[in-house]
């Protein structure tokens, strides 16, 4: 009998508000035919939209040299659109066969017996020792494999070169005062009309996904962390620090706010109007054809350097053998060169073979985007995000104490008041009041 914790049901409760619209798409879920073709469901939110044509192509690539396997590849929405529709397929057992989605959601696949293990099928995988090794954490759980990365990637600072020489700026930063520092000489009045037209950096704003994965790096980086003993733990330096940061940007007049929820725009980047903002190697695609100047440097540092994994795996639910003996080969497929390279090449994202990395097709890739090497070198520090089975609660309050920051809260009481609402959804008494004050210099 499945346990549900109270942060899952009351999920479960909005997903079941998007039973109806989810209920055609179980409907056109192919199961096996008599033909002798194993059909297999593979559920995706892959964008913008050319991503996902790419995906496609290659999905039909695998169906064409496989006769024998037909993967229906259904897009399901934006990321933080799947949780209720994913979580409601589950409970009613309507679950897709292949799930594609942001590691993070282990824990509650695992704790609803959704997902199968992968360790015997990966240790027979003629592309197990091509795997990026650091990729091995979002894939691990209670000592199993539950997924496979899909792509990799991580974040870092973009930045607009001739502005930096406009301002007299002649190297990034490298620390937290650094940028603020770098980020008071952006923000300017170019037009002499009185007002800011320029701004230092654009700052993700909202309690979404996207929020949290461009700043956990800060966190990591002032040695902080979400979770303790495997349990939520919010209220630690580090992340008070990390909040400190954002809201000095703010304070200082120099960071620019997003829309909630939509951190991952790049409109006001490339328009000139921010210098400065956190994205990925995704968007290289829509910079180059925008024709503008960019390049990109590091996070800068509070005591180490830090990155954040970001891709999404791919998850097997507990299907037929037959079934899942052709989900096998789709597995060994996606990690493969005639998956990985077309779609590195046509994507943006960092592969996660090591030959492909290393093939002269990608290197010249590389030669013809320079800005790749920042995103592939930070994959030697960067670290998952936590996968325990209450994630998905703890990105929500760890979002909620950002946004409230931004806004103006003090940061430790922010964090504070989401960690005593993830105690009571866990039925644990909040722990004893205490005063972390900010110890990294920020001036």
Not at 84 to 105: E, F, Q, R
Not at 195 to 204: K, N, P
Not at 206 to 234: C, H, I, M, N, Q
Not at 245 to 256: C, F, M, P, R, S
């Amino acid at each position: 009998m499945v346990k549900l914790g109270r942060g899952l049901i009351r999920w479960l409760i909005i997903g079941m508000a998007g039973l109806l619209l989810t209920l055609g798409l179980w409907s056109c879920q192919p199961a096996d035919d008599s033909d002798g073709v194993v059909h297999l469901t593979l559920w995706q939110g892959i964008g913008p939209p050319s991503n996902r044509e790419i995906f496609q192509e290659l999905v039909q690539r695998f169906n064409d040299s496989h006769p024998d396997i037909q993967v229906d590849s259904l897009f399901v929405g934006q990321p933080d659109q799947q949780i209720p529709k994913i979580l409601t397929a589950v409970v009613g057992n309507a679950a897709p066969d292949l799930l594609w989605y942001l590691p993070s959601l282990t824990g509650q696949l695992l704790e609803l017996e959704a997902i199968q293990p992968l360790d015997e099928w990966f240790n027979q995988s003629p592309y197990r020792d091509d795997l990026d090794p650091a990729l091995l954490d979002t894939m691990t759980l209670e000592d199993q494999l539950w997924s496979i990365p899909f792509a990799a990637n991580n974040a870092a600072v973009f930045y607009r070169p001739s502005l930096f020489a406009a301002a007299g700026i002649t190297e990034p930063p490298t620390t937290w005062a650094e940028l603020r520092q770098v980020a008071r000489q952006l923000t300017q009045d170019t037009d002499g009309d009185g007002r800011t037209d320029q701004h230092g950096i654009f700052l993700s704003f909202g309690k979404g996904e996207w929020t949290v994965f461009v700043w956990l790096p800060f966190v990591y980086s002032a040695s902080g962390d979400l979770v303790a003993d495997g349990r939520p733990d919010l209220v630690n330096q580090g992340a008070i620090a990390a909040l400190a940061l954002g809201q000095d940007l703010v304070n200082d007049g120099t960071a620019v706010l997003s829309a909630p929820e939509r951190g991952f725009e790049i409109d006001q980047f490339l328009a000139g109007q921010v210098a400065m903002q956190v994205t990925g190697p995704w968007t290289l695609p829509q910079m180059n054809e925008a024709g503008i100047d960019f390049d990109v440097f590091p996070f800068p540092v509070a005591d180490a350097p830090a990155a954040v994994l970001g891709g999404e795996n791919i998850f097997l639910s507990r299907i037929s053998p037959e079934k899942t003996q052709a989900a096998y080969q789709f597995l060994d497929y996606i990690l493969s060169p005639d998956f990985q390279l077309p779609w590195a090449l046509g994507s943006g994202y960092l592969p996660v073979n090591r030959q492909v990395r290393n093939s002269p097709e990608y290197q010249q890739f590389i030669a013809d985007n320079p800005a790749l090497d920042v995103f592939l070198s930070q994959m030697d520090w960067a670290r998952s995000r936590p996968l325990i089975p209450g994630y998905t609660e703890l990105s929500e309050n760890f979002g909620r104490a950002i946004e409230a920051t931004l806004l103006g809260a003090d940061p430790e009481s922010a964090l504070r008041a989401s960690q005593q609402r993830l105690d009571l959804l866990a039925g644990t008494p909040p722990p004893a009041a205490s005063t972390l004050s900010r110890q990294i210099p920020l001036e």
